[in-house]
Structures are given as C-alpha cells and as structure tokens.
Nanobody, 127 residues
Framework: VRFVESGGGVVEPGGSLRLACVMS??????????MGWYRQAPGKQRELVAY???????YYVDSVKGRFTITRDNAKDTIDLQMNDLKYEDTAVYHC????????????????????WGQGTQVTVSS
C-alpha cells in the first residue's frame, strides 16, 4: 500500500489550505476503507485529526472541529482535507492512512490500519 500526500505549504494564521491524499496498492475497493488524516508536530505523537468512514460519516478531534472538513472520492481513491482558519498549533506534517476502528469503538479509539506511511505534507502556520 502506498500513500501520497500533497497540498501543504506556509500560510498565515486565519488562512486556508486543502490537502489531498491518494492511496494505491490496496487489495479491496477504496470505498471499503475507513480513512483518516493524521498529523505530527515536532516533539509530539502523531494524532488522528479527521476521519471518514465508508458511509461518509466523519469525526474530528476537538481542536479542529468547525475548521477542517474531510471528504473522499471513491472513484479516484482519494481523500481531501479542507483546512480553514488555520492556527499556529496546526503546524505539523500531515499524513493519511486507512483507519481501523475497534468493534463497538469510536474513531477516538482507532489505530492506523497500515504500518506504511507516505512522506506526508508539511503545513506551517506562520506570520
């Protein structure tokens, strides 16, 4: 499995970016995977920030609710992350991966499905 992320950059506080992720090499149809955007800031653990399941239900970590929107295009094997009103604390490397949610669990309890990660895309919020 391979993930390729793009769309990062340097933006001022309050600005917007749209990230894209393409998944390839998967065995099942893309639409069968729950997908997520993760980020890792310097000195911090990687965290799931946005999740979308095969029914297009979404989950967001509290810090990005109302500002970030995750979408998917099953015909193109892609997920996007629209990020608005960016804040300094959004600075991180953003990655995508399929997501494994435990039975009867929630996305907050999930883990990445694959050990493989793409190169990520750097988002820097700076004035």
């Amino acid at each position: 499995v391979r993930f390729v992320e793009s769309g990062g950059g340097v933006v001022e506080p309050g600005g917007s970016l749209r990230l894209a992720c393409v998944m390839s090499g998967h065995l099942a149809m893309f639409g069968a995977y729950d997908m997520g955007w993760y980020r890792q800031a310097p000195g911090k653990q990687r965290e799931l920030v946005a999740y979308i399941d095969l029914a297009d239900r979404t989950y967001y970590v509290d810090s990005v609710k109302g500002r970030f929107t995750i979408t998917r295009d099953n015909a193109k094997d892609t997920i996007d992350l629209q990020m608005n009103d960016l804040k300094y604390e959004d600075t991180a490397v953003y990655h995508c991966n399929a997501v494994r949610v435990p039975p009867a669990g929630s996305p907050a309890d999930s883990a990445p499905l694959y050990a493989t990660w793409g190169q990520g895309t750097q988002v820097t919020v700076s004035s």
